[in-house]
Structures are given as C-alpha cells and as structure tokens.
Nanobody
Framework: LVEIVDSGGGSVQAGGSLTLSCVASGYGRTNYRTHSTAWFRQAPGKEREGVAFIYSGDGKTAYIDSVKGRFTISEDISKNTVILQMNSLTPADSAKYFC??????????????????WGQGTQVTVSS
C-alpha cells in the first residue's frame, strides 16, 4: 500500500547522536489525507517496541518513557519524510530501528500490528 525506506543508523559512543530518516511513498493511492508514522526498535531476544509516533493531521507526537527528552520525532509533510533525532544515546538504545506507517489515525500507536507498511530497518549500535 505504502512503501517505506528507512535509513540513518550507525555506530556511536554513549552520549552521541544519530538521525534516522523515513521516506514514504504511495499515500496518493489511498483515500486518506492524513497518516500515522512510528519508529519501532527491536534488540536481539527482545520484543519489538514502539519508540516514537507522529500524526500528520495535527502534528501530535508520542514517545516511550525511556526516550522522552532525548529523542525528537518530526515530519516534513511536503517530502513525506519523518525524522527521528536521537540524542544522549546509551547502550540500551542499541537495536534495529524500523519505520512503520499507516494511512489515517492510529489509536494504539505502539501496537505494531496496527501498521501495514514497514521499512527494512536500520541498525543502531551504541557503545559504552
């Protein structure tokens, strides 16, 4: 339905920063004028967890508690691009990060099964 390309991961030391990018295409093929985008992450042996969310309709954002004050999600609607700015990274943030998107509003933003479109993922590794 919607194609997602996510990128921007890498390896940094604790305290460093990374910027993840999520570019979506295909919204024009849907009947929705708004969309929801979220970043999830999954570390080896752990469940996938929602990290941050943004809704294009009104700019509403949401974050998992562990990243509040350190991560910022933003969107350039004209470019269908969502950015996740990650600052003050810790080893606990190491994981593969995935961008997910869905036309319209998502009422349970951190439920992975709410999203039908996913990027291939980008690895973030933070060393101590």
């Amino acid at each position: 339905l919607v194609e997602i390309v996510d990128s921007g991961g890498g390896s940094v030391q604790a305290g460093g920063s990374l910027t993840l990018s999520c570019v979506a295409s295909g919204y024009g093929r849907t009947n929705y004028r708004t969309h929801s985008t979220a970043w999830f992450r999954q570390a080896p042996g752990k469940e996938r967890e929602g990290v941050a969310f943004i809704y294009s309709g009104d700019g509403k954002t949401a974050y998992i508690d562990s990243v509040k004050g350190r991560f910022t999600i933003s969107e350039d609607i004209s470019k269908n691009t969502v950015i996740l700015q990650m600052n003050s990274l810790t080893p606990a943030d190491s994981a593969k990060y995935f961008c997910a998107a869905e036309p319209g509003w998502i009422d349970r933003w951190n439920w992975a099964d709410r999203y039908r479109s996913w990027g291939q993922g980008t690895q973030v590794t933070v060393s101590s």
